[in-house]
T-cell receptor
Framework: AQSVAQPEDQVNVAEGNPLTVKCTYS??????LFWYVQYPNRGLQFLLK??????LVKGSYGFEAEFNKSQTSFHLKKPSALVSDSALYFC??????????FGAGTRLFVKA | NAGVMQNPRHLVRRRGQEARLRCSPM?????VYWYRQLPEEGLKFMVY????????ESGMPKERFSAEFPKEGPSILRIQQVVRGDSAAYFC????????????????FGSGTRLTVV
């Protein structure tokens, strides 16, 4: 069965510092990997995806993610955090079908 | 080009009543997915539908919950005889058809319906 783990409930980082939000996955077959962001009382917004090709994927708002097949990880990164990046971040995985499985989410706090 | 539209945004029901949640997918999208988000928890898959077909309902509770996506009109998630444990945010997402590369498509989510059972 496919699954996604986000080992950190919360990540705290100072504005201007780099941030990393961790994600590991377990699937059979080649995964499609996604990151979404959720702001308070809003739906999820798509940030970026990995399908194939370069292991470093660039997405919206300056975010990027690195796919590591050997470690089955897909960590979300940003070189310089903004206070406005504070939100709930979800990693997700999809295999051959259409169903997407989401992680439990990681709450990011960026302090000014 | 309107996104995924969900209504109502907030719904309050007394225990034992029925709740109907509506989702209109993005124009041109024929796949709809329903997810439930409980407080301080992640998104749990409930059901995946195409027009007039339920493709995967493995996440739906066996009783009281049902979903449909008719040929015309929005997708409906129906919860009968609601209980307090049904209180949650229910999100709908849509994607294009397979021929349009849906497998690698990032979902478009609606803003959700927040159901409160009192």
């Amino acid at each position: 069965a496919q699954s996604v783990a986000q080992p950190e409930d919360q990540v705290n980082v100072a504005e201007g510092n780099p941030l990393t939000v961790k994600c590991t996955y377990s699937v059979s077959g080649n995964p499609y990997l996604f990151w979404y962001v959720q702001y308070p009382n809003r739906g999820l917004q798509f940030l970026l995806k990995y399908i194939t090709g370069d292991n470093l994927v660039k997405g919206s708002y300056g975010f990027e993610a690195e796919f590591n097949k050997s470690q089955t990880s897909f960590h979300l990164k940003k070189p310089s955090a903004l206070v406005s990046d504070s939100a709930l971040y979800f990693c997700a995985v999809r295999t051959g079908g259409f169903k997407t499985i989401f992680g439990a989410g990681t709450r990011l706090f960026v302090k000014a | 080009n309107a996104g995924v539209m969900q209504n109502p945004r907030h719904l309050v029901r007394r225990r034992g009543q029925e709740a109907r949640l509506r989702c209109s997918p993005m124009k041109g999208h024929s796949h709809v997915y329903w997810y439930r988000q409980l407080p301080e928890e992640g998104l749990k898959f409930m059901v995946y539908l195409q027009k007039e077909n339920i493709i995967d309902e493995s996440g739906m509770p066996k009783e009281r919950f049902s979903a449909e996506f008719p040929k015309e009109g929005p997708s409906i998630l129906r919860i009968q005889q609601v209980v307090r444990g049904d209180s949650a945010a229910y999100f709908c997402a849509s994607s294009p058809t397979m021929t349009q590369g849906a497998r690698n498509y990032g979902y478009t989510f609606g803003s959700g319906t927040r159901l409160t059972v009192v």
